[in-house]
Each structure stands twice: as C-alpha cells, then as structure tokens.
C-alpha cells in the first residue's frame, strides 16, 4: 500500500517538474492515439451506417469480419501490421516500421472494428425510429447517413471515447510496431512497460496514474461538450 | 505545481505534436540498431550512444528486444545494425548471408541471484553447474526467461552442462515465465525464487525485494556481445555508411574506453575486449 | 396560399397487400378527390394504417395500382406530400432545426428558410421554444411540432395516422384545431383514428374498412346518421364485428 502512496507522490513532482521526456512522451502518446481515433473514425462511421441501412453483397462478412476484430488482442493486431511493414513484408519498402505512422496505423485497426460496431448499434436503434419519417420526407440513402450519423452524435462520441481509451491504453501493438525508441516511439504505455521491466515499479506506476489523469481529463472535456451540447443544440 | 503548470504542460505537449508532425526533422542521419534488453535496461547504451551521436551527428534509434526477435528483425532486413549476445545464432546469420562484418565488442557475466535464506544453499559455491543441481535436488523454485533469448538459451547451456534438462511441463520447480529479464526478475522477487540474470540488469533493477546475488564470477557465466552490419547486399536500403560509423566507433579504442567505464553502483559492467583480428 | 402541382385525384385499382401469407388490404378501390378531410375509420386490424402507407409510397401493393391522377401526379408527386405518425418522430436538434431540416430537404434558400420557420412555428405555437432541444418537449407539443414540420413543407396532401392516439385531451383538441388550420389553407387531409368522436368534429368523408375491405364510401353526415351496412351499424353502436 505505502508504494501506491509514495507512486501518487512521484506522480505529482513528475507533474511539477515539467520533465522535458515526460511532455515528449505525453505528446506522442497524444499524438499518436488521436490520430488513429481520428483515422477509425472516418473509416468506422461510414462503415457502421452502412453496415446498418443497406443491404449489399459482402454485408454478412464484414460484420462477422467487424466482431471478430473487435475481440482481437493488440499483440496479435501489432504481429500483422509489423509482418506487413517490415522490410520483408508487403509494405516494407515505405519504411514505416519503428515509426510513430506504424502505431497510428495499429491503433486505427485495433479501434477501428469498436467505433465500427458502435456506430451500427446506434444507427439501426435510430433507423427503427426516424425510418419511415425520414423516407416520408424523402431522404436519400447519403442524406440519410448523414442524417443519423449526426443524430446519434451523442452516443457516437461516447463509441469514440471507448475506442480513445483502448489506443491509448494498450501496448502490445505499438510495442512491437514502435519499438519503444526513446525519442522517437517512446508513448506512455511503452514507458510503463520499460520501467517495469527495470523493476521501477513507483515510476511506472506514477507513469499509470499520469495516463489516467489524461484520460479523466479527455472523458471530462468531452462530457463538458457533450453537455453544453446537449443544452444548445441546434 | 497546480493548473498553471498543467496548462503549461498541455500546450507544451501541444506545440510538440506540431513540432512531430511538420517535415524537416527527417532530414537528421540516423541508423537503427536492434539490441536486446540487457544493453537497454542497464543504462549503458543511453550512457554510450549519446557520446557517439555528438561526434558523428548520427542518431541511433535503439530497438531493444528479445535476443530471438532481434535476429529475427535483422534477418528481415528492419535494421542497420544489430547487438545481441547468442555467438550461435550469429553465426548462423552470418551464414545465411543477412549479416556482415561480426565483432566481438564486449563481454558481461551472468549471476544466479536468489533469496537471501538460500533454502539449497548454493550460496558461496562460486560454481554455477553445480550451483543448478543443487537447486534441483532441494527442490526450491527457479524462474527461467522461457522466451528463447540469448539468456535464455545460456541458461539451457548451464544446465545441460549440469546433466539437467529442466521441464516446465514435468518439474513444478522449474517455472517457465516467457517474459523479458525484468518481468522475469520481478516473478522470481514476488515468489522468493532462483533465477539467472545478467549483471547489467539486476545492478539497475530496482524491485529486488529478498532478492540476492548467490552465485558469481565462474567462467561459464560469461557472456560475450557481438555486433554486426545487417548486410547491404541482401538488404539494399541499409544505412551501410552510418552503420560502420558506429560499429567503427564502439570498437575504436574510444569506445571500447567508454564501455570499460560505464558503472552501475561503482561497478563496472561490461568489459570492453574487442580484438581487430577478432571479426569473422 | 400554397400553388399546388395538383397530383390529386387519388386513385385506388384493386389494391391488395399481402405479408407473410396474410391479405391485410384486399381488393381496395377508391378516389380521393381534393378539398376534403377523408377519415379512414374501422376497427384494429381493419387496414387502415396500411392504406395511408401505400397511399403514402412506404409500401407498394403486391397487386393492383395506386395512381396521382391530377396533371402534376408524375413521379414528383411525393414532393407534395408530407406524413405524421402516430408516435411523432423529432429529430435531436432544437425545435427550429426540425423545420430547418425539412426545408433544406426541398432545396429551399436559407435566408427564406428562416423566415418560414417562424413562421410556421408561430403557427403551431411553439414560436418560444425554437432553440429547445426537440426532444425535451411534452408528446403534445412534439406531435404539433411534427404538425408544423409537415405545414411548413406545404403539402397538397397531407397523411395523419392516429395523430392523437397517445395524446390527452387538452392536446388532442390543439392538434384538432391544426389539423383544421392546415385544411383551411388548401390542404387535403387524408386521416386514421379509431375515435369516434374525433372522427364526427373532423370528418368531410368517411371511408369505412374491416378486415382488409372497403366496407362503406359516404359522407360525414350520411354515414353518422344512415350507415348502409350492419358493420357500420355495429361500429358505430360500440358493438364487436363479426
């Protein structure tokens, strides 16, 4: 128990210090997962809307294909987008094994299938409800899409939120993709599992309760937009 | 501290991921070295590399893996250099042509640690063959990497050596963990356990908890580095040029220095030896 | 007042709709002329609800043909119609964004847009609560609320399916009074209730079904007092159909 306090204790002079490698690390580890957030989000909404409104060939296989990477271990998803980026791999000659673009992309893939499947539940419970109006209207399918999408953008950002939280709580994945470089691929997850490797247990767990307060911080500030939001929609 | 030094932080971490993501910091020479653990963990690579980065101006990017997947990443051609400790599989890369240019750079020695009530009391023997059969014959528990690595495979040879052959599946005292040094070392603390660990790495461990160093100092616990051009026939994108630069420089009578006087606690921990007629 | 393309008359051919082996419209014909308000009454199951759907386009008959008769009835002829369920559907934006919404839809200009939303919602009274969130408004106001969104598309035909089914009756009577506003205004008033008394305050027409069938074609008047059927008859008695 004393070594969880004397952690907390750490933790906050890490802060205080305004360590130079913390910022860095912290700025990468930013970096990093919220452009694969970003990147599964383009990709995952459209795919979730339209694995939920229209029928098309293929359909059945990419939602088993959506499930089945959802449960998928970050370990495994860095094994293929290493085997893929390696020199020896399909696309080893972009060079982007051991880079910070190599993460993004696992993480993109890793969250991609949550934010995906999410965005199918929620359009297909909002499609039982706007369905028949919005044909009424006359809505074309884009529209409609868009329609929903936007709609369900409460619950939507609740689905982002979780894929946020599991980039940039992992790593497996960039373990193997990053190769926790110092200054170059080193996240905040990677340093954890460095220092505790090193048997710093206090740092690594100051290093935990660092990551927690960015992730409270990032929950809070997007409850904050959805609550102010919520009370001015327009 | 408080919101204003986190406010600071923020939009320090803010002007930094702008910093990443504008072009022009490509420009810098660099070359990538795949390495295993032990080098890493014990601070002498983040002690050495800066020295030779503000002489030549070219950035080392240190992967530090497993033994086994390093050669693995070299074989693959995913970097420039490699440093590992596994004289066979070395050689064995050499032969299949993914490596050049192998020298000997510097050796550490491996140190069976354990707890300090030492229930096989091996403590003071000073020979680790027999070391590992008494540990065997009372019964006590012993946490092997289980991962393959260049320690891994040492610690195979030891206990080989000491007509032994270990199974996890059949000896509950043999506990495989599969893990790196340090997650191995941190199983072995938790469970007040024998284990072998290279010196580097327990001098900077940190968790050593009823941990001890038992057994020292015998010669079939020395552990020779080895380090290696990726080979630019095989693999044409190699940064030969940067490459030789830092295998010329670890090995050039500067480097070797530097190495000899990297100390953890007061205790030096790889000893540089080097030999020009040496490479194969 | 609203210039229409004049799609109507309306007209059914023999319409029948048939799901998973069941006939749930049979046979249907009849002409729905403009100016009226057209109440379709029957008992539960009577079809009523698919009828305004096929009228409507969100279903098509498994046999015979519905047809827009009126020179403007081309494939265009659901642009002059608009449709209010019985659970009212508002999207989750503010009460003007709804109408906003519908008129970008017909490809209005925004600085029209604007003015037509006010207008409309002063309509339903609902002016005051243009930036509330839609969705915190009581069932009686977001069934005006879809009301106007219908109103401010200025239909030539407007569909209402049960519009007060789910409503008390201090909102039923100010969805009545709409209704009959947006009638006054030109519009056609094609309707379902299971209301009686609803049905005498609003009716011009009545069209009576049971069990698929167009049972009875008369006006208000004539069908209240004379009914030439013994279903009617027993419909209108409060009595169980055969």
Do not use: C
Not at chain 1, 187 to 208: D, P, R, W, Y
Not at chain 2, 132 to 142: C, D, E, R, Y
Not at chain 2, 148 to 164: M, N, P, Q, V, Y
Not at chain 3, 219 to 226: D, K, L, S, V
């Amino acid at each position: 128990m004393s070594e969880i306090w004397s952690a907390l204790g750490k933790a906050m002079v890490l802060i205080a210090d305004f360590d130079p490698d913390l910022v860095e690390i912290i700025g990468l580890s930013l970096r990093v997962s919220l452009t694969a957030v970003l990147i599964a989000a383009v990709i995952g909404l459209p795919v979730g809307a339209a694995v939920a409104l229209f029928r098309f060939p293929g359909r059945p296989v990419l939602v088993v294909l959506i499930n089945a990477l959802m449960g998928l271990p970050p370990v495994v998803v860095g094994l293929i987008v290493y085997l893929l980026l390696s020199r020896a791999g399909p696309f080893g000659v972009f060079n982007l094994l051991y880079s910070p673009t190599a993460m993004i992309i696992a993480q993109a893939i890793l969250i991609g299938p949550i934010v995906a499947a999410l965005t199918r539940q929620t359009v297909e419970d909002l499609w039982q409800e706007y369905g028949e109006q919005l044909t009424s209207f006359g809505v074309g399918p884009g529209r409609a899409v868009w329609t929903l999408l936007w709609d369900g953008r409460f619950s939507l950002l609740t689905g982002v939120l979780a894929g946020f939280g599991r980039a940039s709580a992992e790593v497996g994945a960039v373990m193997i993709v990053g190769g926790n470089i110092d200054h170059l691929t080193r996240v905040m997850t990677t340093s954890i599992a460095l220092e505790t490797s090193k048997g710093n247990l206090e740092i690594a767990l100051a290093l935990g309760i660092i990551l927690l307060i960015i992730a409270l911080g990032i929950n809070a500030s997007a409850y904050a937009i959805r609550d102010v939001a919520y009370r001015t929609e327009s | 501290m408080t919101l204003a030094s986190l406010l600071r932080a923020g939009l320090a971490a803010l002007l930094l991921t702008a910093t990443f993501a504008s072009p022009g910091g490509a420009q810098e020479r660099s070359v990538r070295m795949l390495s295993t653990t032990s080098t890493e963990n014990s601070g002498l690579l983040s002690y050495l590399l800066p020295i030779f980065e503000s002489k030549t101006g070219i950035r080392v990017h240190v992967v530090a893996v497993g033994t086994g997947q390093a050669l693995r990443g070299a074989r693959n051609g995913d970097a420039d250099v490699l440093m590992v400790h596994d004289k066979a599989s070395e050689l064995k890369l050499i032969a299949d042509g993914h490596g050049i240019e192998r020298r000997e750079v510097m050796y550490n020695d491996f140190v069976i640690v354990g707890p300090r009530d030492d229930p096989a009391k091996i403590g003071g023997t000073n020979d680790a063959i027999s070391a590992l059969q008494m540990i065997k014959k009372s019964g006590a528990v012993f946490v092997s990497r289980g991962d393959d690595s260049g320690t891994h495979k040492a610690e195979r040879r030891l206990w080989r050596a000491a007509g032994i052959e270990p199974e996890g599946r059949s000896d509950p005292w043999y506990r495989e963990a599969g893990s790196g040094m340090g997650a191995t070392l941190n199983i072995a603390a938790g469970m007040n356990a024998y284990t072998l660990t290279d010196r580097g790495t327990w001098l900077s461990f940190r968790n050593r908890r009823d941990l001890e160093i038992l057994v020292e100092g015998d010669p079939p616990l020395f552990n020779q580095y080895g380090i290696m051009l990726v080979n630019p026939a095989k693999h044409p994108h190699v940064k030969a040029k940067e490459a030789r630069a830092l295998i010329d420089w670890i090995t050039s009578p500067e480097g070797q220095r530097a190495i000899g006087k990297f100390t953890v606690e007061g205790r030096v921990l790889f000893i540089p030896n080097f030999r020009a007629k040496g490479g194969s | 007042m609203p210039t229409h393309a004049q799609i109507l008359p309306l007209v059914f051919d023999k319409v029948s709709y048939v799901a998973k082996g069941a006939r749930l419209v049979d046979e249907f014909s009849v002409t729905l002329d403009p100016g009226t308000r057209t109440i379709i009454l029957g008992p539960n199951g009577a079809g009523k609800s698919l009828v305004l759907r096929l009228s409507h386009g969100l279903l098509q008959p498994t046999s015979g043909a519905i047809r827009w008769e009126g020179p403007g009835g081309g494939n265009k002829a659901s642009l002059h119609q608009a449709m209010v369920f019985q659970r009212p559907m508002t999207l989750r934006r503010s009460v003007g964004a709804n109408l906003d919404y519908v008129l970008s839809l017909r490809k209005v200009p925004r600085e029209l847009r604007r003015a037509k939303t006010a207008e409309a919602l002063k309509r339903a009274g609902l002016f005051a609560m243009r930036s509330r969130p839609a969705r915190v408004l009581s069932a009686g106001e977001q069934q005006k609320l879809a009301l106007g969104r219908a109103w401010v598309m200025e239909p030539e035909v407007l569909f209402l399916d049960e519009p007060t089914a789910s409503l008390d009756p201090a909102a039923t009577r100010e969805v009545e009074n709409m209704i009959n506003a947006i009638h006054q205004a030109g519009t056609k008033i094609i309707m379902t209730t299971h209301d009686l008394g609803q049905a005498r305050r609003l009716a011009d027409d009545i069209i009576f079904m049971h069990q698929g069938r167009l049972i009875e074609r008369a006006g208000a008047e004539e069908f209240f007092e004379h009914p030439r059927t013994p279903h009617a008859e027993a419909f209108l008695n409060g009595e169980l159909l055969p």
